[in-house]
């Protein structure tokens, strides 16, 4: 389990994380969200104990990780995946962080074969794609075997079979009773991934919640009909109230739900074809949240105008 608790960071005069709160649990794919310049990385760092909090502290099972007598079995971390030795093999990279680390040395052919790199071992890592170091870097977390996993952008350069396998593998992870806790910026992915969310913005918490909830608390439910007895439910619609739009062939409300709709439509002997609600994105719904949290937004300024 990894807490931060009232974690706070400055750099000089900015405040890059402030008073931050919250509890990645295990057996479930937890999502770190947050625009450019949220804290994100800072507060992975501090949880590694990379960077030192100001104030407040970040926990791995209640204590410092900077005190774990066998960091990679308790953790295992991927923050930069092209922040390794270029010249070295990528068996050689890794058999020197078990040799390191005092793991068994067939950890390393154990991990090259669990993210599909056994057949590049041999070769040198500045020849890698970023794909490849992202694997590169997945099997290095997974030396020793650890009980929690903290991943930056793991599905950076990969292709869809790739982000597919990554998916599954957080996801069996997790199954195993681990912690995972994961950032990206991809937002499709994340939906399809994580099952709890923690967002942040401007270095403080936004939403500590479940990936459902989360979607539904910041997007609206657009209701949806499809009815032969167009004009006939228009008018109903409007006699109750309601400002129906039509938008390709289909009745979009806000404001009510399918069951009123339903029981509308029964009252008025109208037959309908579909009745659903429609929601956002989780893409949507993360700019919805963190709409006056972004560090950086543009002006929307025309390029080349000539001004």
């Known amino acids: 389990m990894i807490e931060a608790r009232g974690l706070t960071k400055r750099y000089g005069d900015k405040l890059a994380v402030n008073d931050l709160s919250f509890t990645v649990r295990p057996g479930i794919v937890t999502g770190?969200?947050?625009?450019?310049?949220?804290?994100?990385?800072?507060?992975?760092?501090?949880?590694?104990?990379?960077?030192?909090?100001?104030?407040?502290?970040?926990?791995?099972?209640?204590?410092?990780?900077?005190?774990?007598?066998?960091?990679?079995?308790?953790v295992g971390a991927l923050l930069d995946a092209k922040d390794v030795h270029g010249g070295r093999t990528a068996r050689a990279h890794l058999t020197a962080l078990v040799q390191s680390n005092g793991l068994p040395r067939r950890r390393v052919d154990e991990v090259l074969a669990m993210t599909g790199m056994t057949e590049a071992a041999g070769r040198r890592i500045k020849g890698f794609s970023l794909g490849m170091s992202q694997r590169l870097g997945i099997a290095a977390a997974m030396l020793g075997d650890p009980e929690i996993l903290i991943f930056d952008e793991p599905v950076n350069g990969l292709d869809p079979e790739g982000i597919l396998w990554i998916r599954r593998f957080m996801h069996s992870l997790a199954d195993e009773g681990r912690t995972v806790f994961v950032s990206s910026h991809l937002m499709s992915e994340m939906e399809n991934t994580a099952e709890h969310l923690i967002v942040i913005g401007l270095g403080k918490l936004l939403a500590d919640m479940s990936t459902t909830d989360f979607i539904a608390a910041n997007s609206a439910g657009l209701v949806r009909v499809r009815t032969p007895d167009l004009e006939k439910m228009l008018?109903?619609?409007?006699?109750?109230?309601?400002q129906p739009n039509v938008v390709d062939g289909h009745i979009e409300l806000l404001g009510t739900t399918t069951e009123a709709v339903g029981e509308l439509a029964a009252q008025h002997q109208l037959t309908l074809h579909e009745l659903f609600t429609q929601r956002s994105s989780l893409e949507q719904a993360f700019m919805e949240m963190t709409k006056d949290s972004v560090e950086y937004q543009a002006t929307g300024a025309t390029v080349g105008s000539g001004q």
């Open 32 to 74: 770190f969200l947050g625009p450019n310049g949220a804290g994100k990385s800072t507060t992975m760092r501090m949880i590694l104990g990379l960077d030192r909090p100001t104030s407040g502290e970040a926990l791995i099972n209640g204590r410092p990780y900077t005190s774990a007598r066998t960091p990679m079995q308790l």
């Open 235 to 242: 008018d109903a619609l409007r006699e109750a109230g309601l």
